[in-house]
């Protein structure tokens, strides 16, 4: 308040007694002067309100125009060249106070378990300002300078604290920040589970609801070219809402994409950051796939339909556009930064970069070099990904804020963390704690790439095979789906091949603290599609008809029930195909019954009844589960709860062959007859069943 009535006493004495203007005119310089106090340029522009604008265009409009006509007309350029001078050297005065670009998080909760909130403010030369707040119930804790002049970390205690607006004092300048009330209490967020059925899509490649979005001026150079597999084909998140009923009528219960957090990389060598995991704003999403609003529309819709929404998150690295990269705030902000130097602000490796191994051995490996170590914690992705340093606790606080933000103000579901065992371990197990505190019923998954599931049992939480507990909930299955891609070519017979390698896996369940909070797949966005180049739909009724009756969360990719198949020998993008029907060129729309071909109606008939059959199945997501070794090439899993049985029958050999029923007794019991899940027919259970070659058969008693 004091430093207005200065400036409107300096204004009114330069206007009045120095230049002998109109009273009106002094009158309402001194009131724009008050009223544009309060709105303040300082302010970002994504933070003003609409009362902010008006000002700013009254300023522009009216009082710029006559200050022109004062002067210059009525009174003179010479007599008033004093006048003109101070005016321009307020002005520049103005012009040189303190700016912010931004604040991130960009507005925060109240009622939190954990009351200590960080604020990274972005604003050229920021770093020496001074920071105080008046708010009732927040407390400003400590003040963070880092090595760039142009952030500033304030660390807020958050005890008290109302939901309001804020006001934040940086260097004297008045900066509006929102408190929220959150919308449920963290004990009420449910994560997914295995009762679920995860369909994971690229949103870029499943469906287009704007074109108007395709081409975006605003953001670095770069094609929407559906030609080109490598390049952004223009699928959005409008697309999604647009097929939720699609999704419900398949069956699944809840959607995972790939990232949409904006990557606003330029185009280089061909190739395009379409797929996500390159972030350049932790709090945006991509405006290609369409807003944050626009993002928290389609989960509501979501859960209407009775889907969950399961977010896609990076804390390994960023993309390179991102600002830390071109400013680092702090030498440590990143692994191994010194290549940047004579980048020359592109990500073109020189003899100073250094490259991960992509070996992820060795942070479980007791004899690892310090060499491996390195290479696999602090090397990185590729040059355009840099290696974020999660050590830093500034950073990993920073990480920790993010998850829950998105949670708070989307109010996801669960979350994806994607190249796990990459950052540190010790980092991402306090950021699995702090989670876990806050949404003790929530649930993360973590990409553990290595096909031996002694590695990824000892990701899990609460693991005896490891000295740290890393509090991830669930690890995903590589080995499940390593061994069902081998056993797709294969015939089942008594040297360990074929379904045999699905049992010699699964009989290492008992290195999982909890086998039934791992999230099994045959194919997803990194590898080849199941099928392959092929289409033996056999084969893919027996991965599903395991994968989705087994004890996992099973996790299915996009296009499987339509029997998309490509493999990635020529590149990533060959497996990532635009769904057919999801933009508005395409000769046919595979999302109706119409527009698909006999044989993908066929599956998608086929997997929507067992998907149907699965949800609220307690056989499947609360019973015990018996294998048997493959007995004359033929697999058997059972599964009981509360006297109910369902009996998973896979014939893993190209013959007509027949089940020996007395064989499995245990299981069977004094049941004569059951029901076969599929076709809703009768099944005897009294004699041996026939099985024709590669048959999958679900029979419920």
Known sequence: MPSIILMSVTWWLVFYNLCHMPKAFCLATVAFVILSAFSKAIVPAEMKRPKDILISAIWALVWFPWLCYELLLRH?????????????CMVLSTNAAVKIDRIEPTDWYVGMKNTSLQLMIYGKDVRNANVTTDYSGVAIDSVVRLDSPNYLLVYLNMAEAKAGEMVLKIDGKRVRYQLKHREKRGEERIGFTCADVLYQLMPDRFASGMVENDQLITMNPYQCDRSNPNLRHGGDLEGIRQHLDYFNELGVTALWFTPVLENNSPDRDGSSTYHGYAPTNYYRIDPRFGSNEDYRMLTDEAHKHGL???????FNHCGFEHPWVADMPSCDWFNCPEWLTDANGEPTANEKYQQTSYQLTPVRDPYASKIDLHETLESWFVPSMPDLNQHNPHVLRYLIQNSMWWIETIGIDGIRMD????????????????????????????????????????WQKDNWLTKENSHLPT?????????????????TNDYGKGLNRIYNSLVYDYLYPNPSSVLAFIENHDTDRYLGNGTDTLALKQALA?????????????????????????????????????????SRDAFTAEGRTDAENSMFRWLSRLLHWRQGNEIIS???????IPYRGIYVVARQYRGRTVLIILNGTPDVTTLPVSRYKEVIGHHRQGRNVICGCAVDLSREIELQPRESLIIEY
């Open 622 to 628: 609360k019973g015990t589960m018996t294998q048997f």
């Open 76 to 88: 003179g350029v010479l007599r008033n060249a004093m006048a003109i001078s101070v005016f321009c």
């Open 308 to 314: 969950k929404m399961v977010m896609d998150m990076i």
């Open 546 to 586: 395991l994968l989705l009756t087994i004890n996992r969360i099973p996790q299915l990719y996009y296009g499987v029930e339509i029997l998309l198949n490509g493999t990635k020998a020529q590149g990533d993008g060959n497996v990532r195909q635009d769904f057919p029907g999801g933009f508005w060129d395409d």
């Open 475 to 491: 690890v995903m299955d590589f080995a499940f789906y390593d061994r069902m891609v081998q056993a797709a070519g294969e015939n």
């Open 419 to 458: 190249t796990y065992p990459y950052a540190f371990g010790d980092a991402m197990s306090e950021w699995m704690q702090a989670i876990n505190e806050e949404y003790p019923n929530y649930n993360v998954v973590g990409e553990t790439w290595v096909t031996e599931p002694a590695y990824t049992a000892s």
